[in-house]
């Protein structure tokens, strides 16, 4: 089945640490995104990549980092310098073919990060 | 500012009883409104797409519609599988990779 995996699906954080979340995709997207939910709030755009080797950030990018190697893969690192990390972090994708993005983004079932 | 708002925060039905949900946008130039379903503990899950003021879109026991200040999501004769946060996001016309979310609704819908 064609989708979007992400893992793991619980993560712990130390102080000072930095972790990783990852994000495999086998729909042949070329656009990914990472976004961030908090309880009440709507969903905020961390990073979007919309092609290999290439990414943007979105509206709350400090404190994280992400690499585009692969066109299936897009991984999140949460860095020591993000303050307040606990979140429900989602990954999603979707079509994109000349600058224009699909109609639909398709999204992981997502990764609870707290703090310790 | 661009803005996505939801109402209302929660709304519990009974089986059967219809209920609509509302999202109203400020955004400028409208490329889509979209509705998403999102189950506890799990990514969102895709529904509609509106692009137009009068536009409305039909998907089993859900209809979506679409003016130009906001969009409804009318709920007939709901069942307790429809218990779900309904989130919806707007996309600007000059900005085709960024959603604006708003903080979505949770519905209940008691047997």
């Known amino acids: 089945d064609g989708g979007i995996t992400q893992s793991p699906k619980y993560l712990f954080r130390k102080e000072g640490q930095n972790v990783t979340l990852s994000c495999e995709q086998n729909?042949?997207?070329?656009?990914m995104y990472w976004y961030r939910q908090d309880p009440g709030q709507g969903l905020r755009l961390i990073y979007y990549?919309?092609?290999?080797?290439?990414?943007q950030k979105g509206d709350i990018a400090e404190g994280y980092s992400v690499s585009r190697e692969k066109k299936e893969s897009f991984p999140l690192t949460v860095t020591s310098a993000q303050k307040n990390p606990t979140a429900f972090y989602l990954c999603?994708?979707?079509?994109?073919?000349?600058?224009?993005?699909?109609?639909?983004?398709?999204f992981g079932s997502g990764t609870q990060l707290s703090v310790l | 500012e661009d803005q996505v708002t939801q109402s209302p925060e929660a709304l519990r039905l009974q089986e059967g009883e219809s209920s609509s949900l509302n999202c109203s946008y400020t955004?400028?130039?409208?490329?889509?409104l979209f509705w998403y379903r999102q189950d506890p503990g799990k990514g969102p899950e895709f529904l509609f797409t509106?692009?137009?003021a009068g536009e409305e879109k039909e998907k089993e026991r859900l209809k979506a519609t679409l003016t130009k200040k906001e969009s409804f999501l009318h709920i007939t004769a709901p069942k307790p599988e429809d218990s779900a946060t309904y989130l919806c996001?707007?996309?600007?016309?000059?900005?085709?990779?960024?959603?604006?979310f708003g903080s979505g609704t949770r519905l209940l819908v008691r047997p």
């Open positions: 999603a994708s979707s079509t994109s073919h000349r600058g224009r993005i699909g109609e639909k983004l398709f």
């Open positions: 990549s919309q092609i290999v080797n290439d990414f």
């Open positions: 509106l692009y137009s």
């Open positions: 729909l042949n997207h070329d656009a």
């Open positions: 996001a707007a996309r600007r016309m000059d900005s085709s990779y960024k959603l604006i």
């Open positions: 955004v400028s130039g409208l490329r889509g």
